[in-house]
Structures are given as structure tokens and as C-alpha cells.
């Protein structure tokens, strides 16, 4: 399918999300410049704001293969990555089966993230960052994964560990999710009986492919690389100093969000979505 069609997909999913999911717009934004952009999305926010059923949605959108994991502290790795095999350990070989697990996933939901024990968490990691698994075997092989969505309600916070900040730091798009505010919205909550989305449209990982691989050579208008180029010298003077990483990253996540934008060019409202990626730690969120 052409990208064209592929971006119409896109507005369809992003206007029928919006119609049921109450102020929650700037996430559904969010995770949309995130599959467009392959990178991954964490939202944190208080119990009950509408995470799950944002990121749910999501993935029944996306075909493929998905896998979906509640983490607690008790969460063993053969939940997550697939149990030991008997067979080969009768022959003194050690090898997980990741049939239906995260490692065979192309759109993985991990729920309560920062429950997660070390031991999923340093696999997770190098899932995550590189997109490679060793099954136990020795053989580091490419996992399909195209994007990992994420939800916690708390940040992980420096005091609890290097392991949670590394895991934190593989998401590039990070939100903070605010309760409903406005009244209105408030009112639909209460009165309307049903908040899922009906979603009238899927997405292959093919085209999600196509969609990405359009996004990454939309061109970057002048204006909007001073503005990018200006941005960070300002953050740099409030003491906020994005890795090198991220800065690179972010250059690509405008393209995606201008795409989603149907613009033809980045121009600079488009790095607005930046400010969900151009910070490290929590309290350096910028504001706009
Ligand atoms: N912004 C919202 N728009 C629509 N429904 C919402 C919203 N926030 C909460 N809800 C309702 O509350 C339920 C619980 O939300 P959920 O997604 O499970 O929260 P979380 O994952 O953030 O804890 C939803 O299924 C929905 O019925
Ligand atoms: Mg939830």
C-alpha cells in the first residue's frame, strides 16, 4: 500500500482515538509519531487515567505479532522472554522457546514497567536498545520489534537504581498523564457508558514500514533547524542537557510528527513533540 493511503490509516486511527478517549489527545499524538518513528513510548501517570486503554488500542491496531506483559516485582523471565526448553536440556543445552513471547513481538505492551525485577529487565534492555535476543544458545539474533509502548505510574527515580534510569532512557517519547480537567470532560466520563475505541482501520508492520520509511525523508524546512538548533542551546542554559543520542533522535521524531501532520516539510510547531523527548530526568521536563 502507498504511504499516502498509509497516512490517511493514520488520521483515521488518530480522529476515531480522539472521539473516545477523553483530553487525551497529545498522548494519542505521542504514540503515533512513536510508530511512525519506531522509537519507543512510555506514559506515566496516576491509576486509572486512560493508559492501558490508549496503549490497548494501539496495539489491536497494529497487526503483527503483539505481546503484553503486567509486570510486578515476581514476574519471572519465562513470562516474558519463554520458558527453558526440557528437550534441549536432556542434551545439556540451555535455550529459552520464544513462541508467543516478547522476543518473537513486533508491538510489545509492558504495563507497569518499572516493577519489573533486574533480571527481566537487563534482557529487556538489550531488547529494547538493540533489537537482538540470545535465546541461551550463544546466537545473538534481530528481534521483529518495531515498537515498545510502556505505562507506570510513578517515575523510576534515581534512588532506585541505575537499572531503572538505563530502562527509562530507552524510551525516547516520555509523558506525563494528567487526570481529566476540564468539565466537560469530566461529564463525558461519567455520563458516556463506553470510553473504547472503535477503530475502523488495522496497519500491517508492512505498512507501518512504508509509513516510517516516508516520515524519515520528509525534508527539514530552514526555519525549523535554528529553531531545533536554538532550542538546545536555551535548554543547555537551564542545565538541561539532552544526551547525544536523544539530540539525534530527535531530529527524527519531527520528521514523524510533521508526517502525522501532513506536512511536507518539519517546520518549527512541529518540535513541539520534543518536549517529550529533549530532557533526562523527569524534573527537567520542559514546560512547552
Ligand atoms: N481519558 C479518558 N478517556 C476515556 N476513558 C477514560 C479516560 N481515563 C479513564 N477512563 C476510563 O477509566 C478506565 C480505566 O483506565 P485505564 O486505561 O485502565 O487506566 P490506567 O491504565 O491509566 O490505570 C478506562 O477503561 C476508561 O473507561
Ligand atoms: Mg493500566
Not at 45 to 64: A, E, I, M, V
Not at 248 to 273: C, I
Amino acid at each position: 500500500m502507498p504511504a499516502d493511503k498509509v497516512r490517511e490509516k493514520f488520521s483515521q486511527a488518530r480522529k476515531e482515538l480522539s472521539a473516545s478517549l477523553i483530553e487525551r489527545d497529545e498522548e494519542i499524538d505521542l504514540v503515533l509519531t512513536a510508530l511512525l518513528a519506531q522509537e519507543h513510548v512510555l506514559l506515566v501517570g496516576p491509576p486509572g487515567c486512560g493508559k492501558s486503554l490508549l496503549l490497548d488500542s494501539l496495539l489491536s491496531w497494529t497487526g503483527g505479532k503483539k505481546f503484553s506483559i503486567l509486570f510486578t516485582r515476581f514476574t519471572v523471565p519465562e513470562e516474558c522472554f519463554g520458558p527453558v526448553s526440557l528437550t534441549a536440556l536432556k542434551e545439556d543445552k540451555y535455550v529459552r522457546v520464544t513462541t508467543g513471547k516478547l522476543p518473537e513481538a513486533d508491538f510489545v505492551f509492558c504495563d507497569e514497567l518499572f516493577k519489573a525485577s533486574s533480571a527481566v529487565l537487563n534482557t529487556l534492555l538489550k531488547i529494547l536498545n538493540e533489537r537482538v535476543f540470545d535465546a541461551g544458545d550463544g546466537v545473538v539474533r534481530k528481534v521483529p520489534l518495531k515498537l515498545c509502548v510502556a505505562a507506570s505510574n510513578e517515575w523510576a527515580s534515581p534512588d532506585t537504581g541505575k537499572e531503572l534510569a538505563a530502562i527509562s532512557d530507552r524510551f525516547l517519547f516520555r509523558k506525563v498523564v494528567r487526570p481529566i480537567m476540564s468539565r466537560v470532560g469530566r461529564e463525558s466520563l461519567l455520563w458516556r457508558r463506553r470510553h473504547d475505541p472503535v477503530l475502523s482501520t488495522t496497519v500491517t508492520p508492512d505498512e507501518v514500514h512504508a509509513a516510517h520509511t516516508a516520515a524519515a525523508a520528509v525534508p527539514w524546512g530552514k526555519d525549523a533547524k535554528q529553531a531545533l538548533e536554538a532550542i538546545l542551546v536555551e535548554l543547555a542554559k537551564e542545565g538541561v542537557r539532552p544526551g547525544d543520542r536523544r539530540q539525534f533522535k530527535a531530529v527524527g521524531a519531527a520528521q514523524a510528527y510533521a508526517w502525522l501532520n501532513d506536512a511536507n516539510e518539519v517546520r518549527s510547531e512541529h518540535l513541539e513533540v520534543l518536549a517529550h523527548v529533549l530532557w533526562d530526568a523527569p524534573e527537567e521536563q520542559p514546560e512547552v
